[in-house]
């Protein structure tokens, strides 16, 4: 049914697999269409009370947005780009039903920020956080300037997203972006054990939770203003240089225009 995801039901949880793993999982348009497919039986399969989003292989849960994807985009195309994933991270932020990523190796830039849409986070004791945008010429086009900033608060989002480092599972738990960490060959098991506590709740009682804990502060101008600025970075030679310099496997030579 998907050429990019496994999806499957087990006792009312719907695991979704991104499923590239010579990528990474890198998030390509397949990737992204696929997934906003998925979310929306998420929402309608009433068998379905709750889900996981998972990335596959033993490497990575998703290391970003796909890069090759990057290049002779326009402003105006950038920011198409940048609105798209806004509407399926949104989705899963405001899904009914709880949706936890269960992050199992690298989660980077639209990986980060994926696990950031999520109603909460179990990582693997091998997972790795980070938004490295600024090293191809860019900034987070999927609302990681935004909720990491609810997450970890201004300071620390802007010495995240400024540098581009990577943070290791245990620094990450340290900021509250991982609930919690355990040795990757369990990590799924205990995700499933979590979700059976919430799925034995009401359901409504659950909806509405989730509902209230998403107003808290949620202004769409920022997101909107992130659009705009993703879309701005694709006018310049820096990020063609970057994500050339990427694919190329060389470092990059920015110019500041
Ligand atoms: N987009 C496209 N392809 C990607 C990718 C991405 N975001 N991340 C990894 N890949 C690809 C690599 O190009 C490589 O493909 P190839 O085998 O055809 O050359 C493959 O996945 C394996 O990645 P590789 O870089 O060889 O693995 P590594 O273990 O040496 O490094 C990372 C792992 C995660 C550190 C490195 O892949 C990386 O920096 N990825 C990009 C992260 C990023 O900038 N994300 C934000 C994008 S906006």
Redesign the pocket.
């Known amino acids: 049914m998907y050429e990019t995801l496994l999806v499957e039901i087990e006792n009312n949880i719907c695991t979704i697999t991104i499923n590239r793993p ?3 999982n ?1 998030i390509n348009k397949t990737v992204m269409e696929e997934l906003g497919k998925a979310v929306d039986e998420v929402y309608r399969n009433n068998e379905i009370k709750s889900a996981i989003i998972t990335g596959s292989g033993v ?2 849960f998703v ?6 994807e990057f290049q002779g985009l326009t402003k105006e195309q950038g920011s198409a780009l940048a609105q798209k994933g806004h509407d399926v991270f949104f989705k899963i932020e405001h899904s009914p039903k709880p949706i936890v990523a269960a992050v199992n190796g ?1 989660a ?3 990986g980060c920020e994926l696990a950031l849409a999520c109603h909460f986070i179990i990582a693997s004791d091998n997972a790795k956080f980070g938004q ?2 600024v ?2 010429g ?1 900034i987070p086009g999927y609302g990681g300037t935004q909720r990491l900033v609810q997450i970890v608060g201004k300071n620390r989002a802007m010495e995240l997203i400024l540098t581009g480092r990577m943070v290791s599972v245990q620094e990450a738990q340290q900021y509250g972006i991982v609930n919690e960490v355990i040795a990757p060959r369990d990590l799924l098991a205990r995700v499933k054990e979590v979700l059976e506590v919430i799925n034995a709740k009401g359901p409504v009682a659950v909806a509405n939770a989730i509902g209230c804990i998403n107003h808290f502060d949620h202004t769409k101008a920022g997101y909107d203003y992130e659009v705009q600025q993703f879309g701005d970075c694709f006018a310049t030679e820096d990020m063609k240089e970057g994500a050339a310099a ?1 694919l190329e496997k060389r470092k990059p030579v920015f110019i500041g225009k």
């Open positions: 010579d990528k990474l890198a490497k990575a290391a970003g947005a796909d890069i090759s690298f980077l830039g639209g490295p945008e090293n191809l860019l990427f």
